[in-house]
């Protein structure tokens, strides 16, 4: 009898997080004093001189090729703003995932499960690492002084014409900035990918509960399985752990939802605007060998970055289609019972219980 089949009753908590190194980028560098000081500094910064560009581009310039080019950096600049604020206004986002959901250790079900689920922490490691790497590099690259910055970034010019004795200082502090504007725009779907991942491996977890919920009557008589009472009782005490856990988790993943649904259309709005800037640059005509591994490297990271959030997304919602409620008890090849309906009732019942208890516990 494996554990899954022989534990359904209260598991221990996670002791050492699996997605630590997730973790640490999407959310204990965050934590840092130090970190969160140049990120606001670096948001007030952009906001203000992206303010200044506006004003610049609608009421001062003239130059449709210029508007068009310096406006290619200026929708750029808007999904990354977007990411600093999101991520400046809740930096302990990632952190309340153990308050939202008690999380289950990864052997609760079985060596088998824990084996897959390791696996797969470890890819996910890969991923993190080669995308953060990427993405730095493609900060690093865009503080080099190319030969027709100037034409790209409106701030540098500014600084050019109306700052000429200090344009080298304020260039490169102006520079600098760019590493934590490049992290930014990684971090954000990172707390995503680590949000989505940890829920998924309780579904897991939980599923391969369901999954032997009758195991242990296997190489019993089938036949008298409807009418012992030890079956019965054992079969519905299970039932009730996994309805209980299931409805853990859609309270977490429901709040988790209502949290971040309003930051949808404004995260859709950025990513628009961010492939029309790639679009600007790449077509228009202006980009010359020295800027393409600044492209490249950019352009690589936003692929990984929002594949990943796309895989995480994908893969949590498919393995929420695999949960096996809606299954069978099989006791032999003629007799099964179909619990579906059964699960409806048993579930509303435990819902109502539980509101009943919390007002007696308040009264």
Same mark, same amino acid.
Request: hydrophobic residues 45%; proline residues 1%; neutral net charge.
């Given at each position: ?33 130090? $970190? ?5 500094? %670096?948001?007030?910064? *952009?906001?203000? @001189? =992206?303010?200044?560009? #506006?004003?610049?581009? $609608? ?5 449709? +090729? ?46 088998? !499960?824990? +084996? +897959? ?5 470890? /890819? ?8 953060? !790497? ?46 934590? %504007? &490049? ?8 707390? #995503? #990918? ?14 391969? *509960? ?7 009557? *296997?190489?019993? =008589? ?48 950025? &990513? ?14 202006? #980009?010359?060998?020295? /800027? ?23 893969? %949590? ?41 919390? @007002?007696?516990?308040?009264?």
């Amino acid at each position: 009898m494996n554990s899954a089949s022989s534990g359904y009753t209260s598991k221990n908590a996670m002791r050492s997080d699996c997605l630590k190194v997730l973790r640490f980028f999407a959310s204990d560098i965050l934590q840092f004093k130090t $970190t969160k000081i140049f990120l606001w500094i %670096t948001f007030v910064v *952009h906001v203000f @001189m =992206n303010l200044v560009q #506006i004003y610049f581009l $609608t009421c001062v310039y003239e130059n449709s +090729k210029e508007i068009v080019l310096y406006a290619a950096v200026l929708f750029g600049e808007c999904y990354s703003m977007l990411a600093m604020w999101t991520i400046l206004y809740d930096t302990k986002k990632v952190a309340r995932l153990k308050d939202d959901l008690y999380l289950w250790e990864l052997d609760s079900a079985g060596e088998k !499960v824990e +084996k +897959k689920i390791r696996r797969e922490v470890k /890819y996910m490691t890969i991923y993190i690492v080669i995308t953060f !790497v990427i993405a730095l590099c493609g900060s690093l690259l865009f503080a080099v002084n190319l030969s027709h910055n100037l034409e790209w970034f409106f701030v540098l010019r500014f600084f050019k014409v109306y700052f000429p004795d200090q344009y080298i200082v304020l260039a490169i502090l102006y520079k600098v900035t760019f590493i934590f %504007t &490049g992290y930014s725009m990684v971090v954000q779907v990172f707390q #995503i #990918i680590y949000y989505t991942q940890h829920l998924r491996y309780q579904i897991m977890l939980l599923n391969e *509960h369901i999954l032997n919920i009758s195991d242990y009557y *296997h190489n019993s =008589n089938e036949e008298r399985l409807f009418y012992d009472k030890e079956y019965q009782t054992t079969i519905q005490n299970r039932l009730k752990f996994c309805i209980k856990r299931w409805d853990e988790y859609l309270v977490a993943y429901n709040d988790k939802v209502n949290e971040v649904k309003h930051q949808l259309i404004f995260f859709s709005l950025a &990513g628009w605007l961010l492939g029309i800037s790639f679009a600007i640059v790449m077509l228009s005509g202006e #980009i010359t060998p020295e /800027y393409y591994p600044r492209q490249a490297m950019a352009g690589l990271a936003v692929v990984l970055t929002f594949c990943g959030a796309i895989e995480a997304g994908q893969s %949590t919602e498919s393995q929420m289609e695999e949960m096996a409620f809606v299954r069978k008890i099989q006791c032999s090849e003629n007799y099964s019972v179909n619990y579906n309906l059964g699960l409806a009732i048993v579930r509303g019942i435990y819902s109502i219980g539980t509101v009943f208890a919390n @007002m007696n516990l308040n009264a």
